[in-house]
């Protein structure tokens, strides 16, 4: 099942559960029950209520959009920075420029083909990524500047691969859910309070309070699929995509993102 679908399921699931109860409430209701009136009280708790959980809603929903794009960040960061190594390896002779190249050509397809469902699926990067980004960084490292050409792009390399470095580390942090546990609970029992006040307010089943009543209850368990697409960076509809390091390295990589 697609998450699309199961939201779509889940929407119609809420409005049918509150429509029920609205019908049922009615149904059951004395005859003597004043439907017309609500306690003051009521309907200021509701607004409170309504007003606390939309706050709450809002910055669920700014944390992991932020999240998000922290990550995609990261990744461009990432995959810029590779993209100048190989561009600054064209100063070494042939025999070192291949190699270099070669080193970052296997890193960018083991990235895409290979890390990025790895990523996916237990929520972090893997021990191969980072034996091929240390043997990038040796090949560099390890052969002086044999030119003032070579000197002058030297540094700069292991700048960038620095900077792959820190770009996958924070890459390997976003992967996985960010949303705590208790913030969740506290998600979906203000869900449940929220939409439970809709009862205390005594509507009753003319069409048009049905009908906001189930778009109301709609709303909530959208933007709870919302909250909960966004909370992975790299793992739901919306996730982060391959598409910078195949954007930058089209020859590379079979597209997993």
């Keep these: 099942m697609s998450e699309w679908l199961a939201l779509a399921i889940a929407m119609l699931a809420a409005c049918a559960v509150v429509v029920a109860v609205v019908l049922l409430r009615h149904r059951r209701a004395g005859a003597d029950e004043d439907t017309d009136e609500t306690p003051d009280v009521i309907e200021y708790m509701t607004m409170m209520i309504g007003v606390v959980y939309a706050i709450v809603l809002g910055l669920a929903i700014a944390g992991v959009w932020e999240t998000r794009g922290a990550a995609q960040d990261d990744v461009f960061r990432e995959a810029q920075a590779l993209h100048e190594v190989s561009a600054r390896a064209q100063v070494y002779p042939v025999e070192v420029r291949d190699r270099i190249r070669a080193d970052v050509d296997a890193y960018v397809s083991y990235v895409v083909d290979v890390e990025w469902a790895y990523m996916r ?137």
Excluded: C, H
């Design 121 to 257: 699926e237990n929520g972090e990067i893997s021990d191969r990524g980072t034996e091929l980004l240390d043997k990038l960084r040796t090949d560099v490292a390890t052969r002086p500047p044999a030119s003032d050409l070579e000197a002058q792009a030297y540094q700069p390399m292991l700048d960038r691969i620095s900077v792959v470095d820190d770009a996958r580390n924070a890459r390997g942090q976003n992967a996985g859910p960010s949303m705590p546990g208790v913030v969740w609970f506290g998600l979906i029992v203000g869900a449940v309070v929220t939409v439970g006040m809709v009862f205390f307010l005594q509507i009753r089943r003319s069409p048009r309070e049905l009908i906001l009543a189930g778009a109301f209850s709609a709303l909530i368990a959208f933007l709870l699929f919302l909250i909960w697409d966004f909370d992975d960076p790299f793992g739901r509809s919306v996730s982060v995509t391959t598409q910078t390091f195949t954007d930058l390295f089209p020859t590379l990589g079979g597209g997993s993102g």
